[in-house]
């Protein structure tokens, strides 16, 4: 017998008695299982999880017979399906009638306390729960004597499909109930988190197969596979929130069901809440709606339910859906519209920059007409093409993106061309070029492209760079399209006489801007090195060059392979940094921003790294979060002692990720490296 750890904590399960210790391995296999995937809580490593999982498998094909159906061993099938078979519903899966807004909300809340006053019963007695509306696919587990003996989707709601096999696959499915009824049927929602869901997509783009639009089709597209081996390979989950038929128990209030399904090994959403008033429940649907993006599934709204199941059943059913309950949906964070033209512009570092122009569309309340295709690169791999129809998504203050083609435009076989970028710069006509070895065309105009030199001073005032209030990109348009200023530095030679000159300008405003450039003039270095907006220092390889070299003339003065030593930079990058660094219109900016004092040393100690909860730790960024910009993260992750470095290797402890991240992450999961979201980051930096 082995001695892993998982066989050297075992408890009495009777070495003689095989049947005794099957069951006891069973045991300890379902606790750890819960622990881990229903209350994401484990208590032992996945290492040690695999041996206990290992001891059972050697045990029952020793001991065939002791083969349960409800083994931990047994959730993935062997064969795949012809067909699914039909699954009638023992009770029909009703849908939720909708509340667009805060008021249909309320007068739907207000509806029915009347309709329940009027049957005589009083307001105080009227409690409503409100659950995250999962944005998933509808799922039905039935349990005959505590055993899973049926999983079905929710089909037209008399008739599913049964995808038993499937949904065995889902670890946080128990597959065995103990203190079950004779006959229960838990509702839920099964779902493929975020990370999971970003992943698959880019996968599939890679292998040149359509996207999925949503989270709720990458679901449904996962369990209604036919063979469980792939179901199994996809991350599932659930959150549970009804009981269905049910015999042998009763219930009086919905939140009861939902607790009694807690403590029996579902996966039920801890913030689940029952509210007393009005206010309170509208209350609760906002906190949903901006814990959204930070959640790690997708919600489209609130479910908000009459707590007492008999006033439910008393305020009965209209049509499909049941009068004691109402989804309050949020605007939709993604919409269809067609793309009519891939148009360009020329970004900061000279690169050419895709963007769309949209049939106007409605994405989370506001009108979409352009949205960014980020780079070239990015606009191949999407393979969007002009005419196609397309999935727009507007996140927070994030510019709106497009997603992807949507699988119909994909199969459309008389598509537009590819897109190229321009032969000649947008900005200033200059012919563009692609450097050897490069992956985007670049103008090579980089000193006097007006079109750079807008995106340049854009980036240098920047919240993450200088961070000069007053200063946006309107003032910067403004200042460079009156000729007040030429380039970065122009910015220190404003005067009162220059901002007085433009009409809006007055004493006082023209004072605090001034004021707001001098105060930038005490940056630290990173933030100068950052906005000069050099190609491939990004903030992350600012601070990671600034802490080799320490002040602007090692810097300037360094080789290829010296800049090289810096961790995260490698031998293309150091190339470029290099040549950026060596050109005269780099040299001449920096030598002017020397003559307004700005600093080009960086002060403190050698090691400036804070203690912390993360000391030790290296970390890298990828993709947007939603909550933090990257400085903000990286600052974070700094002040609480960890490293960021730009690019992932061996070393690199954790890899956070956001929406549409790039090849760091797939690089993260090819070597292992810990991935976290933006929750994860936090719940480390509060650790
Ligand atoms: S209760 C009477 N609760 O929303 C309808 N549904 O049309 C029972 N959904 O596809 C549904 N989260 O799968 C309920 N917390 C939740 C939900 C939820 C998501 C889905 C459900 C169905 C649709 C309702």
């Known amino acids: 017998m082995t001695s892993s750890p998982g066989s050297a904590a075992r408890g009495s399960g009777g070495q003689n008695d095989p049947a005794a210790r099957a069951r006891?391995?069973?045991?300890?296999?379902?606790?750890?299982?819960?622990?881990?995937?229903?209350?994401?809580?484990?208590?032992?490593?996945?290492?040690?999880?695999?041996?206990?999982?290992?001891?059972?498998?050697?045990?029952?094909?020793?001991?065939?017979?002791?083969?349960?159906?409800?083994s931990p061993t047994q959730r993935v099938g062997a064969t795949p399906l012809a067909r699914f078979e039909p699954a009638r519903h023992l009770q029909p899966m009703l849908s939720l009638a909708n509340a667009r807004n805060e008021e249909e909300l309320r007068a739907w809340l207000v509806r029915s306390e009347r309709l329940l006053n009027k049957d005589g019963v009083p307001d105080a007695e009227i409690r409503f729960v409100t659950e995250p509306k999962v944005d998933g696919l509808a799922i039905s587990l039935l349990y005959e004597d505590g055993v899973l003996t049926r999983g079905a989707t929710r089909g037209d709601g008399e008739t599913g499909e049964d995808v038993t096999q499937n949904l065995r696959t889902i670890k946080a499915i128990p597959l065995r109930v103990d203190g079950a009824p004779r006959l229960l049927e838990v509702r839920g929602e099964a779902y493929l988190p975020r990370a999971a869901f970003a992943k698959l997509n880019e996968e599939r783009a890679a292998a040149g197969e359509p996207t999925f639009a949503n989270p709720r089709n990458s679901a449904a597209g996962s369990i209604r596979q036919l063979d469980p081996q792939l179901a199994a390979a996809r991350p599932l989950s659930v959150w549970c929130y009804s009981i269905g038929a049910l015999d042998g128990l009763d219930f009086g209030s919905?939140?009861?069901?939902?607790?009694?399904?807690?403590?029996?090994?579902?996966?039920?959403?801890?913030?689940?809440?029952?509210?007393?008033?009005?206010?309170?429940?509208?209350?609760?649907?906002?906190?949903?709606?901006?814990?959204?993006?930070?959640?790690?599934?997708?919600?489209?709204?609130v479910v908000v339910k009459v707590d007492d199941?008999?006033?439910?059943?008393?305020?009965?059913?209209?049509?499909?859906?049941?009068?004691?309950?109402?989804?309050?949906?949020?605007?939709?964070?993604?919409?269809?519209?067609t793309l009519t033209r891939v148009a360009w512009n020329v970004?900061?570092?000279?690169?050419?920059?895709?963007?769309?122009?949209?049939?106007?569309?409605?994405?989370?309340?506001?009108?979409?007409?352009?949205?960014t295709l980020h780079n070239e690169e990015d606009l191949k791999r999407k393979d969007v093409r002009e005419g196609d129809e397309v999935i727009v998504m507007?996140?927070?203050?994030?510019?709106?993106?497009?997603?992807?083609?949507?699988?119909?435009?994909q199969r459309n076989r008389s598509r537009g061309p590819v897109p190229e970028p321009p032969p000649q710069c947008p900005a200033c006509g200059t012919p563009t070029v692609k450097p050897e070895g490069g992956v985007w065309t670049i103008c090579p105009n980089r000193a006097s492209c007006p079109g750079q030199i807008f995106q340049a001073v854009k980036h240098?005032?920047?919240?993450?760079?200088?961070?000069i209030e007053g200063l946006g990109e309107k003032q910067a348009e403004r200042f460079l399209s009156d000729g007040l200023i030429g380039s970065t530095a122009g910015i220190y030679e404003l005067d009162a006489e220059k901002l007085l000159s433009l009409e809006g300008f007055g004493e006082v405003s023209a004072r605090n801007l001034l004021d707001a450039i001098g105060r930038s003039k005490a940056q630290p270095f990173h933030r100068?090195?950052?906005?000069?907006?050099?190609?491939?220092?990004?903030?992350?390889?600012?601070?990671?060059?600034?802490?080799?070299?320490?002040?602007?003339?090692?810097?300037l003065t360094a080789s290829p392979e010296e800049i090289e030593e810096t961790p995260g930079i490698g031998p293309v990058l150091a190339q470029t940094i290099a040549e950026t660094l060596s050109e005269d219109a780099t040299r001449a900016l920096i030598d002017r921003l020397r003559?307004?004092?700005?600093?080009?040393?960086?002060?403190?100690?050698?090691?400036?790294?804070?203690?912390?909860?993360?000391?030790?730790?290296?970390?890298?960024?990828?993709?947007?979060?939603?909550?933090?910009?990257?400085?903000?993260?990286?600052?974070?992750i700094e002040a609480a002692g960890g490293r960021v470095t730009g690019s992932v290797s061996s070393n690199t402890d954790y890899v956070v990720a956001g929406e549409d991240p790039g090849s760091k992450l797939v690089k993260a999961e090819k070597l292992g490296t810990e991935v976290l979201d933006e929750s994860g980051l936090l719940g480390l930096l509060d650790g």
């Open 309 to 337: 199941l008999d006033l439910q059943r008393r305020l009965g059913v209209v049509g499909r859906e049941p009068r004691g309950a109402i989804a309050w949906k949020f605007a939709p964070m993604t919409a269809t519209t």
């Open 528 to 555: 100068v090195l950052y906005g000069l907006g050099i190609p491939g220092i990004g903030f992350v390889n600012a601070r990671a060059l600034t802490r080799q070299f320490r002040t602007m003339d090692a810097l």
């Open 460 to 467: 240098f005032v920047s919240r993450g760079a200088m961070d």
């Open 347 to 371: 970004g900061r570092t000279g690169h050419m920059v895709p963007f769309a122009q949209l049939e106007p569309v409605q994405v989370s309340g506001v009108t979409v007409k352009l949205a």
């Open 254 to 301: 919905h939140l009861e069901s939902l607790e009694w399904l807690r403590a029996h090994g579902f996966k039920v959403n801890p913030d689940v809440e029952r509210h007393e008033s009005l206010d309170q429940v509208v209350g609760a649907c906002r906190a949903w709606e901006a814990r959204r993006e930070s959640l790690d599934f997708e919600i489209d709204g």
């Open 394 to 409: 507007r996140a927070g203050d994030v510019i709106p993106q497009v997603v992807s083609p949507t699988s119909k435009a």
């Open 24 to 70: 006891e391995l069973r045991r300890r296999l379902e606790h750890h299982n819960h622990r881990y995937y229903v209350l994401d809580d484990p208590e032992i490593s996945d290492a040690e999880y695999d041996s206990l999982l290992g001891d059972l498998r050697d045990l029952e094909a020793r001991h065939p017979d002791l083969q349960t159906p409800d």
């Open 595 to 636: 003559g307004h004092g700005l600093s080009l040393e960086e002060e403190g100690p050698a090691d400036d790294a804070g203690e912390g909860p993360l000391t030790g730790k290296t970390f890298v960024l990828t993709g947007a979060l939603p909550g933090l910009t990257r400085e903000e993260a990286a600052e974070r």
